[in-house]
């Protein structure tokens, strides 16, 4: 009865409050009453065992606040992490009684001791129904940890930086976290992707509204019909145009923009790719034959792990994909970490890499031809890569550059570069994590890429194009 008088005079409150202590709110103090869960005394002396009870445990629960088995506790509630633990319990803990009475009847619970006192039965009811600081308290623990609690502790999802990186001059490679991620950049990345991919297959794949085989018609034409010949031209317009237009990227970003110039940059790049990549795997046996070793099973194996493993060398910047596909603004990184620490070239050893397990398995002159055209465009873009990073970072590229090495391992093997204790971290990434199972899909795919490069062959030239 004096509980409901104090909620009467404190219309609009949120809790009730008996002198110092805090106890559950009027609205549900007057539901438990309803319900018959929360009888009133009948005799004088229930009343005054009932409020020695009370006064007995309210101090129980304000020294364990005060005393130090305050972390013991919140350890003990989450043993995996007992630091982490203390720092989201201390709030709690120290909000009063109710809260940490709801605390310890967790702690029975989960310890599968049963809750004997009606009080603790009343606080288990409080409890269920959520008073408003707690629901705020929860709620700022979702936004804090994100809408799964897993990718908390998920590396793959959210990248866990290793020791050096706080030393590091450069940035993080690889990194990803899943909570930065927004609906709406990956909508319009899938849908600038679509619209780039579409107008590659209607402008250059498709022969009757494309352009491809009129220029490779004209590329054959101008070679005589020599295979050779045509990767030769193909390995020199591809490198003038790819890395022609990215030493011009300074420039022209000052004049275009960062994302019109990267759109520009796609718009060369990927026909030239398409219709060099169609045309080697059409002609990979042309020419003399230095070796045939498609009887054995070893040097198939050997050659796919060889390649596999290339694919972990991409440079760093190729995962960040809403640059690539110039939804964020494109950026020159200077990359420090991951794979940068083995070498600080890692698309030219994994270019290297890839095309040693090809020729090794089609040991034909048209494709020693073609590896060796892919291998010298990326010796190349050593020099103009380091050069462009200098002109662009000065003196972090140069500190960065004292740390890592072309040649993979160099720098660590004569001390310049240190692996850090938990050097795993940069590795165990979402991006690789993604390359792991896209490169066993593209293995996979191999027949169906043989089998669209023969029908690209088979269908010739069909003049002209959607444009006239």
Known sequence: AARRRRCRHRQGGREAHDDQHRLAPCSQVATLLAQDRLRPPMTARRIVATLTTAAIVHSAAAALVRSHTQSALCGRLNPLSPAKATASCRPVLSSGWTSMTTLLIKQQTSAGRPMRSRNDQIQAVVQDENTVSERESKAETIQQDGPFRWVRTSSILEAKPS????????????????????????????????????????LWVRADTGYGDDFMA???????????????????????AHS????????????????????????????????????FIAHRYDGLMFWDLHASSFAHS?????????FF????????????????????????SGVVRITRHPQMVGQVMWSVAHLAWVGSSFTALTMSMLVGHHLFSVWNGDRRLLAKHGEQF?????????????????????????????????????????????????????????????TGLQPGGILG
């Not at 050779?228 to 317009?237: D, E, F, M, N, S």
């Not at 011009?248 to 970003?253: D, F, G, I, S, V």
């Not at 795993?424 to 199972?437: C, F, N, Q, S, T």
């Open 302 to 310: 050997a050659s796919f792990v060889l390649s596999y493993l290339s």
């Open 398 to 458: 140069e500190k960065v550059r004292d740390r890592t090495s072309v040649v993979p391992f160099a720098a660590i093997i004569d001390g310049r570069q240190k692996l850090p204790p938990d050097y795993y971290k940069e590795w165990l990434r979402g991006p690789y994590a993604l390359i792991a199972v896209a490169t066993l899909g593209a293995y996979a795919f191999h027949p169906f890429m043989q089998a669209g490069a023969a029908l690209v062959q088979n």
């Open 218 to 240: 004209a590329l054959e034409t101008f070679c005589g019909g020599n295979s050779h010949l045509v990767t030769l031209c193909l390995g020199i317009i591809f490198p003038i």
């Open 163 to 202: 020791a050096a990186v706080a030393t590091d001059v450069g940035e993080d490679a690889a990194a990803f976290s899943l909570e930065e991620q927004t609906s709406d950049s990956w909508q319009r990345f899938s849908a600038a992707v679509a619209l780039v991919l579409g107008a590659l297959y209607v």
């Open 244 to 279: 022609g237009l990215a030493s011009l990227r300074p420039a022209a970003e000052k004049v275009v923009g960062a994302r019109a110039w990267r759109v520009l940059f796609a718009l060369v790049s990927l026909p030239l790719a398409y219709s060099w990549i169609v045309y």
């Open 313 to 336: 060398f991409l440079y760093p910047s190729t995962f960040n994909l809403l640059e690539v596909a110039a939804i964020e603004k494109p950026q020159l990184h200077l990359w420090e």
